[in-house]
């Protein structure tokens, strides 16, 4: 028979193993329209962003525009990241690009983690005052490591092509109608949650990143609102409007440009249904308008896009 304080020790054991992995932006996240971090996967880019990129490297002086890459939005951040050329390579120029998707061994950005690369400043990061790096540090390059073997997909899993990036989308918000400074709330359950609107008028406002063609500049801006995530192929494409542009937190709790707003008239939905949104703009670098969210994402991240009516 198993002695008790044997018994209480495992237990105790459990209990702790069992605790839930701190979250220091917890208080941050809290106040934020946008899911919180605990909501997305671990490999997920926007995740990598709000954990690691910008909270750790994008420090001021570091990399928030001061050096490349830039981590102060996950636009930036991907753009910055994804077959992007290096600039101070190891002594052997070994390296093409700082993320060769599918590739953790040739992607520079794993170098510079793991390895002091030569003639260079040091390993990444040079301070490790970032909130959690120290005891935080495996974790987070597993992750980045995993992004990477996955083939560096965008946080909505569109994987990138050589060549010129698509648009990405960086923040959805929704505000009663005409106004511009109270974003509209997730539900509080936990995972990505629908945004909570009333059946009446509401603006739907994006934020976008590309790597060479500025949003305003976007040469096809639609949008089309589903009673069902499969039913797109049979509602009509409606028109953005891109004359004016507001502030406010992108997916990454950034303050970021929003630059397309979708005018919605809701008042024919009964509370409790939840509609899908879907955006397509063309930066024209591609054959086709990008599709963001599209059939290829799954949940959570379609759930970002995803409206729920309510009282
Ligand atoms: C985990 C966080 C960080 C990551 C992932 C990161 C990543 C990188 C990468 C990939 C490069 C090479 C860029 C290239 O040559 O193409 C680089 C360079 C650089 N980083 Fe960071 N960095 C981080 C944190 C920091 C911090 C906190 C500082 C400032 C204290 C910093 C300062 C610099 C500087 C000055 C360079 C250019 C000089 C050099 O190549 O050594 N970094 N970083």
Redesign the pocket.
């Given at each position: 028979m198993m002695r008790p304080a044997i018994i209480i020790a495992l237990l105790v054991l459990c209990f702790a193993a069992c605790k839930k992995e701190e979250n220091p932006f917890e208080q941050l996240e809290h106040n934020s329209p946008n899911p919180p971090s605990e909501a997305l996967p671990q490999d997920n880019f926007a995740w990598l962003h709000q954990r690691?990129?910008r909270p750790?490297?994008a420090?001021s002086?570091?990399?928030d525009g001061?050096?490349?890459?830039d981590?102060r939005s996950i636009g930036s951040a991907y753009n910055s990241?994804v077959f992007?050329?290096?600039?101070?390579?190891d002594p052997g120029n070994s390296f093409t690009y700082?993320v060769l998707p599918g590739n953790v061994q040739m992607s520079?950005?794993h170098e510079?983690?793991t390895t002091f690369?030569p003639n260079?400043?040091?390993t990444?990061?040079?301070?490790t005052d970032?909130p959690d790096?120290p005891q935080n540090q495996g974790l987070?390059i597993a992750a980045?490591s995993s992004w990477i073997q996955s083939g560096a997909p965008n946080m909505f899993g569109t994987p990138p092509s050589l060549g010129n990036l698509e648009p990405q989308v960086t923040g959805c918000l929704a505000f009663a109608a005409g106004n511009t400074t109270s974003p509209l709330p997730r539900g509080t359950d936990p995972g990505v949650q629908p945004i909570e609107v009333p059946a009446g008028n509401v603006d739907l406002w994006f934020s976008f990143s590309d790597d060479s063609t500025a949003s305003n500049a976007f040469t096809f801006n639609k949008f089309k609102i589903a009673t069902s995530v499969l039913g797109f192929a049979t509602v009509p494409e409606l028109s953005l409007s891109t004359g004016s542009a507001i502030t406010g937190l992108d997916f990454g709790n950034t303050n970021a440009t929003f630059t397309h707003k979708a005018a919605l008239d809701l008042a024919s939905y009964p509370i409790g249904s939840q509609l899908f949104v879907r955006v397509y703009v063309d930066d024209g670098d591609h054959p086709e308008p990008t599709e963001v969210p599209n059939d290829g994402t799954g949940s959570p991240m379609v759930d970002y896009f995803t409206l729920m009516i309510v009282p």
């Amino acid at each position: 028979m198993m002695r008790p304080a044997i018994i209480i020790a495992l237990l105790v054991l459990c209990f702790a193993a069992c605790k839930k992995e701190e979250n220091p932006f917890e208080q941050l996240e809290h106040n934020s329209p946008n899911p919180p971090s605990e909501a997305l996967p671990q490999d997920n880019f926007a995740w990598l962003h709000q954990r690691v990129f910008r909270p750790v490297c994008a420090n001021s002086g570091c990399h928030d525009g001061n050096f490349e890459p830039d981590f102060r939005s996950i636009g930036s951040a991907y753009n910055s990241l994804v077959f992007h050329p290096v600039i101070a390579n190891d002594p052997g120029n070994s390296f093409t690009y700082r993320v060769l998707p599918g590739n953790v061994q040739m992607s520079f950005l794993h170098e510079r983690l793991t390895t002091f690369v030569p003639n260079t400043s040091g390993t990444m990061p040079l301070e490790t005052d970032g909130p959690d790096w120290p005891q935080n540090q495996g974790l987070y390059i597993a992750a980045i490591s995993s992004w990477i073997q996955s083939g560096a997909p965008n946080m909505f899993g569109t994987p990138p092509s050589l060549g010129n990036l698509e648009p990405q989308v960086t923040g959805c918000l929704a505000f009663a109608a005409g106004n511009t400074t109270s974003p509209l709330p997730r539900g509080t359950d936990p995972g990505v949650q629908p945004i909570e609107v009333p059946a009446g008028n509401v603006d739907l406002w994006f934020s976008f990143s590309d790597d060479s063609t500025a949003s305003n500049a976007f040469t096809f801006n639609k949008f089309k609102i589903a009673t069902s995530v499969l039913g797109f192929a049979t509602v009509p494409e409606l028109s953005l409007s891109t004359g004016s542009a507001i502030t406010g937190l992108d997916f990454g709790n950034t303050n970021a440009t929003f630059t397309h707003k979708a005018a919605l008239d809701l008042a024919s939905y009964p509370i409790g249904s939840q509609l899908f949104v879907r955006v397509y703009v063309d930066d024209g670098d591609h054959p086709e308008p990008t599709e963001v969210p599209n059939d290829g994402t799954g949940s959570p991240m379609v759930d970002y896009f995803t409206l729920m009516i309510v009282p």
